[in-house]
Protein backbone atom coordinates (compact mmCIF):
# COMPACT_ATOMS: atom_id res chain seq x y z
CA UNK A 1 0.00 0.00 0.00
CA UNK A 2 1.34 3.54 -1.15
CA UNK A 3 1.88 6.18 1.99
CA UNK A 4 1.98 9.19 2.31
CA UNK A 5 3.61 11.07 5.54
CA UNK A 6 3.65 15.10 5.58
CA UNK A 7 5.56 16.59 8.25
CA UNK A 8 5.45 18.90 10.31
CA UNK A 9 1.99 17.75 11.51
CA UNK A 10 1.73 21.14 12.97
CA UNK A 11 3.03 24.37 12.50
CA UNK A 12 2.12 27.21 14.64
CA UNK A 13 3.82 30.69 13.08
CA UNK A 14 3.83 34.11 13.13
CA UNK A 15 2.18 36.43 10.68
CA UNK A 16 5.39 37.37 7.63
CA UNK A 17 7.23 34.53 8.54
CA UNK A 18 7.91 31.62 5.45
CA UNK A 19 7.25 27.68 5.64
CA UNK A 20 7.36 24.61 3.95
CA UNK A 21 5.23 21.76 4.30
CA UNK A 22 7.00 18.18 3.31
CA UNK A 23 4.94 15.12 1.63
CA UNK A 24 7.18 12.02 1.11
CA UNK A 25 6.29 8.69 0.23
CA UNK A 26 8.86 5.40 -0.80
CA UNK A 27 6.41 5.06 -3.81
CA UNK A 28 6.45 6.53 -7.08
CA UNK A 29 3.57 8.84 -7.72
CA UNK A 30 2.58 9.53 -11.18
CA UNK A 31 0.99 13.21 -9.72
CA UNK A 32 0.59 14.25 -6.26
CA UNK A 33 -2.08 17.09 -5.50
CA UNK A 34 -2.16 19.97 -2.79
CA UNK A 35 -5.22 20.56 -0.69
CA UNK A 36 -6.46 23.06 1.46
CA UNK A 37 -8.93 22.44 4.12
CA UNK A 38 -10.78 25.48 6.84
CA UNK A 39 -12.50 24.19 9.72
CA UNK A 40 -15.80 22.91 9.02
CA UNK A 41 -15.05 22.83 5.22
CA UNK A 42 -14.39 20.06 2.81
CA UNK A 43 -10.90 20.11 1.32
CA UNK A 44 -9.90 22.36 -1.84
CA UNK A 45 -7.56 21.32 -4.40
CA UNK A 46 -4.48 23.97 -4.93
CA UNK A 47 -2.38 22.40 -6.91
CA UNK A 48 -1.73 19.19 -9.37
CA UNK A 49 1.63 18.19 -10.16
CA UNK A 50 2.46 16.10 -12.67
CA UNK A 51 6.78 15.85 -13.93
CA UNK A 52 9.38 15.38 -11.61
CA UNK A 53 11.41 18.11 -10.74
CA UNK A 54 8.26 20.51 -11.95
CA UNK A 55 7.65 23.83 -9.83
CA UNK A 56 3.99 25.17 -9.92
CA UNK A 57 3.54 29.06 -7.82
CA UNK A 58 0.29 30.06 -6.70
CA UNK A 59 0.48 33.75 -5.47
CA UNK A 60 2.40 33.01 -2.28
CA UNK A 61 2.45 29.30 -2.20
CA UNK A 62 5.06 27.58 -4.24
CA UNK A 63 4.87 23.75 -4.88
CA UNK A 64 7.49 21.47 -6.08
CA UNK A 65 7.25 17.82 -7.18
CA UNK A 66 10.51 15.44 -6.92
CA UNK A 67 12.82 14.48 -9.51
CA UNK A 68 12.04 11.05 -8.36
CA UNK A 69 8.18 11.74 -8.24
CA UNK A 70 8.33 10.52 -4.42
CA UNK A 71 7.97 13.30 -2.36
CA UNK A 72 6.50 17.27 -3.20
CA UNK A 73 6.75 20.42 -0.78
CA UNK A 74 4.44 23.30 -0.52
CA UNK A 75 6.21 26.63 0.55
CA UNK A 76 4.49 29.17 1.69
CA UNK A 77 5.83 32.73 1.53
CA UNK A 78 5.17 35.78 4.21
CA UNK A 79 2.43 33.77 5.78
CA UNK A 80 -1.06 35.38 6.19
CA UNK A 81 -3.90 34.49 8.88
CA UNK A 82 -5.83 33.35 5.75
CA UNK A 83 -3.64 30.46 4.92
CA UNK A 84 -4.32 29.15 8.43
CA UNK A 85 -5.84 25.67 7.76
CA UNK A 86 -5.10 21.43 7.45
CA UNK A 87 -2.90 21.32 4.26
CA UNK A 88 -3.48 17.78 2.44
CA UNK A 89 -0.94 15.82 -0.25
CA UNK A 90 -2.81 13.39 -2.55
CA UNK A 91 -1.88 10.71 -4.63
CA UNK A 92 -3.68 8.23 -7.70
CA UNK A 93 -3.06 4.60 -5.86
CA UNK A 94 -1.56 2.91 -9.12
CA UNK A 95 -4.13 1.23 -10.86
CA UNK A 96 -6.70 2.03 -9.48
CA UNK A 97 -9.52 5.00 -9.21
CA UNK A 98 -8.35 5.56 -5.71
CA UNK A 99 -7.07 8.69 -3.87
CA UNK A 100 -4.83 8.20 -1.15
CA UNK A 101 -4.11 11.18 1.18
CA UNK A 102 -1.23 12.49 3.32
CA UNK A 103 -1.49 12.63 6.72
CA UNK A 104 -2.23 16.11 6.77
CA UNK A 105 -0.23 19.29 8.74
CA UNK A 106 -2.14 21.79 10.35
CA UNK A 107 -1.05 25.32 9.87
CA UNK A 108 -2.01 28.41 12.35
CA UNK A 109 -0.86 31.94 11.56
CA UNK A 110 -0.94 34.15 14.12
CA UNK A 111 -1.57 37.71 13.49
CA UNK B 1 -24.51 26.97 -6.96
CA UNK B 2 -23.03 24.22 -4.65
CA UNK B 3 -21.58 21.73 -6.09
CA UNK B 4 -21.04 19.20 -4.16
CA UNK B 5 -23.74 19.49 -1.43
CA UNK B 6 -24.39 16.87 1.83
CA UNK B 7 -27.23 16.40 4.32
CA UNK B 8 -27.15 16.24 6.86
CA UNK B 9 -24.16 18.59 8.00
CA UNK B 10 -24.45 17.19 11.82
CA UNK B 11 -26.21 13.89 13.00
CA UNK B 12 -25.93 13.27 16.30
CA UNK B 13 -28.10 9.86 17.58
CA UNK B 14 -27.23 7.07 19.78
CA UNK B 15 -25.64 3.88 19.75
CA UNK B 16 -27.31 1.14 17.57
CA UNK B 17 -29.33 3.64 15.41
CA UNK B 18 -29.68 3.15 11.48
CA UNK B 19 -28.60 6.50 9.80
CA UNK B 20 -28.43 7.68 6.24
CA UNK B 21 -26.40 10.56 5.13
CA UNK B 22 -27.48 11.50 1.54
CA UNK B 23 -24.82 13.96 -1.17
CA UNK B 24 -25.67 15.37 -4.61
CA UNK B 25 -23.48 16.82 -7.38
CA UNK B 26 -24.53 19.67 -10.02
CA UNK B 27 -21.09 18.95 -11.81
CA UNK B 28 -22.18 16.58 -14.44
CA UNK B 29 -19.11 14.75 -13.19
CA UNK B 30 -19.66 10.19 -13.23
CA UNK B 31 -17.30 9.38 -10.46
CA UNK B 32 -18.26 9.99 -6.68
CA UNK B 33 -16.87 8.90 -3.16
CA UNK B 34 -16.95 8.43 0.49
CA UNK B 35 -14.47 9.57 2.77
CA UNK B 36 -13.98 9.45 6.41
CA UNK B 37 -12.19 11.49 8.34
CA UNK B 38 -11.33 10.70 11.73
CA UNK B 39 -10.67 12.92 15.19
CA UNK B 40 -7.15 13.57 13.74
CA UNK B 41 -8.18 14.66 10.21
CA UNK B 42 -6.77 11.55 8.46
CA UNK B 43 -9.08 11.28 5.67
CA UNK B 44 -9.55 7.80 4.47
CA UNK B 45 -11.60 6.59 1.65
CA UNK B 46 -14.60 4.12 1.55
CA UNK B 47 -16.31 3.58 -2.01
CA UNK B 48 -16.61 5.09 -5.11
CA UNK B 49 -18.61 4.55 -7.56
CA UNK B 50 -18.71 5.17 -11.17
CA UNK B 51 -21.74 5.73 -13.46
CA UNK B 52 -23.83 4.14 -10.24
CA UNK B 53 -21.45 1.06 -10.41
CA UNK B 54 -19.35 0.54 -7.24
CA UNK B 55 -15.83 0.62 -7.99
CA UNK B 56 -13.97 1.11 -4.95
CA UNK B 57 -14.98 -0.85 -1.55
CA UNK B 58 -12.56 -0.55 1.13
CA UNK B 59 -12.11 -2.61 4.18
CA UNK B 60 -15.19 -0.86 5.44
CA UNK B 61 -17.26 -2.75 8.01
CA UNK B 62 -20.74 -4.09 6.24
CA UNK B 63 -23.19 -2.30 8.31
CA UNK B 64 -21.95 0.81 5.67
CA UNK B 65 -23.74 0.26 2.82
CA UNK B 66 -23.47 3.04 -0.43
CA UNK B 67 -26.00 3.44 -2.37
CA UNK B 68 -26.12 5.59 -5.98
CA UNK B 69 -29.89 5.58 -7.76
CA UNK B 70 -28.13 7.99 -10.47
CA UNK B 71 -24.79 9.61 -11.39
CA UNK B 72 -25.72 12.91 -9.43
CA UNK B 73 -26.24 11.24 -5.97
CA UNK B 74 -24.59 8.81 -3.74
CA UNK B 75 -26.24 8.27 -0.50
CA UNK B 76 -24.89 6.09 2.37
CA UNK B 77 -26.40 3.88 4.86
CA UNK B 78 -24.98 3.47 8.18
CA UNK B 79 -26.78 0.13 10.17
CA UNK B 80 -26.11 -0.02 13.82
CA UNK B 81 -24.09 2.62 15.25
CA UNK B 82 -21.48 2.28 16.86
CA UNK B 83 -18.90 4.45 18.69
CA UNK B 84 -16.08 4.10 16.45
CA UNK B 85 -18.52 5.83 13.52
CA UNK B 86 -18.23 9.67 15.01
CA UNK B 87 -16.16 11.32 12.62
CA UNK B 88 -16.79 13.54 9.56
CA UNK B 89 -17.95 11.98 6.30
CA UNK B 90 -17.17 13.70 2.70
CA UNK B 91 -18.85 13.33 -0.12
CA UNK B 92 -16.36 14.00 -3.49
CA UNK B 93 -16.55 14.00 -7.33
CA UNK B 94 -14.83 14.07 -10.22
CA UNK B 95 -14.98 14.00 -14.25
CA UNK B 96 -13.46 10.50 -15.54
CA UNK B 97 -10.77 10.64 -17.64
CA UNK B 98 -7.87 8.38 -18.33
CA UNK B 99 -6.00 10.90 -15.83
CA UNK B 100 -6.32 10.48 -12.40
CA UNK B 101 -5.18 14.70 -12.69
CA UNK B 102 -8.96 15.63 -12.57
CA UNK B 103 -9.94 17.59 -9.63
CA UNK B 104 -12.03 16.26 -7.00
CA UNK B 105 -14.62 18.39 -5.58
CA UNK B 106 -15.58 17.69 -1.95
CA UNK B 107 -18.71 18.57 -0.19
CA UNK B 108 -18.85 20.27 3.09
CA UNK B 109 -19.05 17.28 5.09
CA UNK B 110 -21.15 15.36 7.78
CA UNK B 111 -20.20 15.58 11.14
CA UNK B 112 -21.49 12.47 12.55
CA UNK B 113 -21.43 12.13 16.80
CA UNK B 114 -22.43 8.52 18.21
CA UNK B 115 -23.42 8.92 21.92
Known amino acids: TQLLEQSPQFLSIQEGENLTVYCNSS?????LQWYRQEPGEGPVLLVT?????EVKKLKRLTFQFGDARKDSSLHITAAQPGDTGLYLC???????????FGTGTRLKVLA | DTAVSQTPKYLVTQMGNDKSIKCEQN?????MYWYKQDSKKFLKIMFS???????INETVPNRFSPKSPDKAHLNLHINSLELGDSAVYFC??????????????FGPGTRLLVL
Open chain 1, 27 to 31: SVFSS
Open chain 1, 90 to 100: AGPDSGTYKYI
Open chain 1, 49 to 53: VVTGG
Open chain 2, 49 to 55: YNNKELI
Open chain 2, 27 to 31: LGHDT
Open chain 2, 92 to 105: ASRRTSGSLTETQY
